[in-house]
């Protein structure tokens, strides 16, 4: 069975700082890309970073280039995020997801097949 | 930028009938690469449909996904009451995932 477990969320104040990691069991981690999304309180869905299978590319959205890194432990089976210079519209669920690819080899097309539980961040002071 | 807008932001339907959620893409995009999750109130997404038309493992048939281009569709054939949540639609494109904003599908 397909487990992502998030952990490391929390309140954090303006321009701080917060690391979040997701294990991963069930499944061959070091062959699926990864991604992180989040979900403000009452609000829908975006999509926040993704790390290849080997962790050699890394993909960041618009609203958070530059002050969030994504990484991955594949000895470990674990993917992390990174947050730095936290602003109070970063409060959300963040949520791992796994990576299934689609459309052909090399797939040209992914979607999230697995989604962790997600963890909580409140940035407020 | 691909934006997807869904239509319409709430559905009040009763368990029984049939539902339609409708997402419309900024610009033609590949159906290889439109899917549908569904999200109840404390969980994470729960995959629905990816490929446009492809229903992911052990979604019941009662779920299917149509359309091509800029119009996409996902229809609920009889509602259960457990299909009550929200709906979101989801592009990827170019390393990137952009999701519409939702199709809350209430109890009538």
């Known amino acids: 069975e397909v487990q992502l477990l998030e952990s490391g969320g929390g309140l954090v104040h303006p321009g701080g700082s917060l690391r979040l990691s997701c294990v991963a069991s069930?499944?061959?981690?070091?062959?699926?890309?990864m991604s992180w999304v989040r979900q403000a309180p009452g609000k829908g869905l975006e999509w926040v970073s993704a790390m290849s299978n080997s962790g050699s590319a890394t993909y960041y959205a618009d609203s958070v280039k530059g002050r969030f890194t994504i990484s991955r432990d594949n000895s470990k089976n674990t993917l992390d995020l990174q947050m730095n210079s936290l602003r109070a519209e970063d409060t959300a669920v963040y949520y791992c997801?796994?990576?299934?690819?689609?459309?052909?080899?090399?797939?040209?097309?992914?979607?999230?097949?697995?989604w962790g539980q997600g963890t909580l961040v409140t940035v407020s002071s | 930028e691909i934006v997807l807008t869904q239509s319409p932001g709430t559905l009040s339907l009763s368990p029984g009938e049939r539902a339609t959620l409708s997402c419309w893409a900024s610009q033609s995009v590949s159906s290889n690469s439109l899917a549908w999750y569904q999200q109840k109130p404390g969980q994470a997404p729960r995959l629905l449909i990816y490929g446009a038309s492809s229903r992911a493992t052990g979604i019941p048939d009662r779920f299917t996904g149509t359309g091509s281009g800029t119009d996409f569709a996902l229809t609920i054939s009889r509602l259960e009451p457990e299909d009550f949540a929200v709906y979101y639609c989801q592009h990827y494109g170019s390393s990137r995932w952009t999701f519409g904003q939702g199709t809350k599908v209430e109890i009538k």
């Open positions: 997801a796994k990576e299934s690819p689609y459309g052909g080899n090399p797939a040209r097309f992914y979607y999230f097949d697995y």
């Open positions: 069930g499944f061959t981690f070091s062959s699926y890309a």
